[in-house]
């Protein structure tokens, strides 16, 4: 069984690649679709990023790419090219109901416990 590579399809990559950041110094990058792909990966598992396959290139670049477009809004604006949609609503509901339960009422055996 091989492990999947790619997490975009060619259609969402045709959207996304014109929002990436181009031009920049530095040493070669590595190609931005297998970082993505290790992004959604990494972010997928829940796992740290040390442990990111290395399929998808070295950890600390999906880690340093995740943050340094996190600061820079790129995820907003990926999210918004793919889904037609900004994510952010106007407004929000917070419910904070909560019931008074005795200590034992978890399911813990109450009283004195009989001695064999």
């Not at 790619?6 to 590595?30: K, N, V």
């Not at 907003?76 to 889904?83: D, K, V």
């Not at 034992?104 to 064999?116: D, E, F, H, I």
């Amino acid at each position: 069984m091989t492990k999947q590579v790619q997490w975009l399809s060619d259609e969402e990559w045709s959207w996304m690649e014109p929002l990436l950041p181009r031009g920049r110094r530095g040493a070669h990058r590595f190609d931005d679709r297998r970082v993505i792909s290790g992004i959604v990966h990494m972010l997928k598992s829940g796992a740290r990023w040390r442990d990111c396959p290395s399929e998808f290139g070295p950890y600390t670049t999906d880690c340093n790419r995740f943050n340094r477009w996190r600061r820079q809004g790129l995820w907003l604006r990926m999210f918004e090219a793919l889904t037609g949609h900004s994510g952010i609503f106007g407004g929000a509901a917070i419910d904070a109901t909560h019931i008074t339960a005795h200590r034992s009422a978890a399911g813990a055996k109450g009283g004195p416990s009989p001695k064999p």
